[in-house]
């Protein structure tokens, strides 16, 4: 198994349907169905707001910090098999403060699990970026109790129409916190969102970042600046991003000269953990072993551990 850093792995992601009919029996929370074929059978997107919609219905079958626990635990049991060293893993508190959640319980049922594996492990907080910079703010505001739990900001959830800009205040009340600041920007939306990401909000990387390629300067700079891409090959297919595994611009980042990487993004929504989307780059492009090293070297690189712990894995 390839050594490898996950980079872009939302937690709530990682429900599986599983633990999701175990959740809601044990907090009494009501389910359409209960069937796990009938479940599955709903994980068929058209593009990222019909996964968004089923993600955050999901979500209220998480209460407790201990559903946190096992939650973040199950994930991190997977991401060892697959090779995980190092995970910086996003939540979003925004939807469980929104669900009656406090706030306190979900950091400690995350980093209650952190503290019970041995792949390294860092959090970052995620603004809902359609819900708009007054939430953001008011979110890092009760945030910054825990402050010492989080290591960064980031930025998700539907992105057309929701640009990087109005963020600008947020991400610079985070980099006064020192906080790490990244953003999902060129998933569904084009480069100019990428580029203010990195302008406007001081982005040290790019989430998805997959549309940046249509700007020959953009990606030129991207280059030059060696900017960490999270790329996720399987959710770009689930969320019909590109058509097909064989047709992902991925192979062209690398030939470019890009700092990408390879993540899973919600491997419980989009077929799978991050070994599985290494062996989809090299079952349906025909990436080779060069390739697929050269990927997981740069996941280390574009982490935010500190270079010693990084030296270990590389
Ligand atoms: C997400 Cl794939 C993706 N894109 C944007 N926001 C998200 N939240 C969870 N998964
Ligand atoms: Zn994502």
């Known amino acids: 198994m390839l050594p490898t850093a996950e980079l872009h792995l939302h937690i709530e992601g990682t429900l599986e349907p599983e633990m999701l009919v175990e959740l809601a029996a044990r ?42 626990y096992d939650l973040t635990s199950a994930y991190l049991a997977r991401a060892e098999r697959a090779g995980v060293r190092r995970a910086e893993i996003f939540f979003d508190p925004q939807v469980h403060l929104g669900n009656g959640v406090p706030l306190g319980a979900v950091f400690e049922g995350i980093t209650g699990a952190f503290q019970n594996s041995p792949v390294s492990t860092d959090l970052i907080l995620c603004f809902l970026r359609d819900l708009g910079p007054g939430a953001a703010a008011e979110t890092l505001r009760k945030a910054l109790p825990f402050r010492e739990r989080f290591i960064g900001v980031g930025l998700d959830s539907a992105e057309v129409g929701h640009p990087p800009a109005p963020f600008a205040e947020v991400y610079q009340q985070a980099a006064a916190e020192g906080l790490h600041r990244v953003a999902h920007a060129g998933e569904e939306g084009g480069p100019e969102y990428v580029r203010d990401a990195l302008d406007v909000l001081g982005a040290e990387r790019i989430d998805h970042g997959i549309r940046a390629v249509e700007d020959p300067e953009l990606v030129a700079r991207l280059r030059d600046e060696q900017v960490p891409l999270t790329v996720c090959p399987l959710s770009n297919v689930a ?27 919600d491997p419980a929504y989009f077929g799978g953990y991050v070994d599985d989307n290494f062996a989809a780059l090299r079952g349906d492009l025909g990436m080779t072993d060069e390739q697929l090293a050269l990927l997981a070297r740069n996941s280390f690189d574009a982490c935010f551990a500190p270079d010693e712990e990084k030296a270990a894995w590389k």
């Open 239 to 265: 969320l019909r991003v590109v058509d097909r595994l064989a047709d992902h611009v991925l192979p062209a980042m690398l030939r470019e000269g890009l700092l990408v990487c390879v993540n899973s993004d």
């Open 27 to 68: 907090n009494g929370v009501a389910l359409a169905t209960s069937d796990l074929d009938e479940l599955r059978a709903k994980y068929d997107f058209s593009d990222l707001q019909s996964f968004l919609d089923l993600y955050y219905a999901n979500l209220p079958v998480l209460r407790t910090d201990q559903d946190f």
